[in-house]
């Protein structure tokens, strides 16, 4: 139990494109997704918080017009990153609140998406 | 402020040998939650352990064991008879609330290298 799926691994794109990622929790409801970006061989660091049926709160320094995030329903959030430039090329990480999910509290993340933009 | 220090960068060990993981936090409040997820070459950050700031029981689940003092704000993680398969980046990381919407505050990891 407790995964979560996220679409594409890898994407490729050229600049000035949008590209959508997406992350599901696939055996449990999640009302909280989270947005994180890693750099090479760095930390985790957390773009935004996403709540299921409201906005999401974006961390300080995160632009909210780039980094587009909608968290539709209990299964889905996804990620818009709009207008994409090299500088956005980075590995994108999501993960689900298992709070729902015998109440864990656990967050549990998908595989990430390798975004490349040339 | 809250925060994970994981003073290690990188260790390299040879099989079979033991190798601990340092994780040190700082925080505030009284409850809370400290956290070990390992992240292997394929970028996919798995879940290890979870514990709250009220269980100082230290756990063992295989070859992975546990060591939590609060007196030390200490969560130290070692691994027996280490295996090549436990290469991976480990990440020490502290939630402040067991609610849903907390945050988790993620220390720099630590590289592990274990050589045939």
């Known amino acids: 139990g407790a995964v979560v799926s996220q679409h594409p691994s890898r994407v490729i794109c050229k600049s000035g494109t949008s590209v959508k990622i997406e992350c599901r929790s696939l055996d449990f409801q999640a009302t909280t997704m989270f947005w994180y970006r890693q750099f090479p061989k760095q930390s985790l660091m957390l773009m935004a918080t996403?709540?299921?049926?409201?906005?999401?709160?974006?961390e300080q320094g995160v632009e909210k017009d780039k980094f587009l995030i909608n968290h539709a329903s209990l299964t889905l959030s996804t990620l818009t990153v709009t207008s994409a430039h090299p500088e956005d090329s980075s590995f994108y990480i999501c993960?689900?609140?298992?709070?729902?999910?015998?109440?864990?509290?656990?967050?549990?993340f998908g595989a990430g998406t390798r975004l490349s933009v040339l | 402020a809250q925060k994970v220090t994981q003073a290690q960068t990188e260790i390299s060990v040879v099989e079979k040998e033991d190798v601990t993981l340092d994780c040190v936090y700082e925080?505030?409040?009284?409850?809370?939650?400290l956290f070990w997820y390992k992240q292997p070459p394929s970028g996919e950050l798995v879940f290890l352990i979870r514990r709250n700031s009220f269980d100082e029981q230290n756990e063992i689940s295989g070859r992975y064991s546990w060591n939590f003092q609060k007196s030390t704000s200490s969560f130290n993680f070692t691994i027996t008879a280490s295996q090549v398969v436990d290469s991976a980046v480990y990440f020490c990381?502290?939630?402040?609330?067991?609610?849903?919407?907390?945050?988790?505050?993620f220390g720099t990891g630590t590289r592990l290298q274990v050589f045939p």
């Open positions: 925080t505030r409040d009284t409850t809370y939650y």
């Open positions: 990381a502290l939630s402040e609330a067991p609610y849903n919407t907390d945050k988790l505050i």
């Open positions: 996403s709540n299921e049926g409201s906005k999401a709160t974006y």
């Open positions: 993960s689900a609140n298992s709070a729902g999910f015998a109440a864990k509290n656990i967050q549990y």
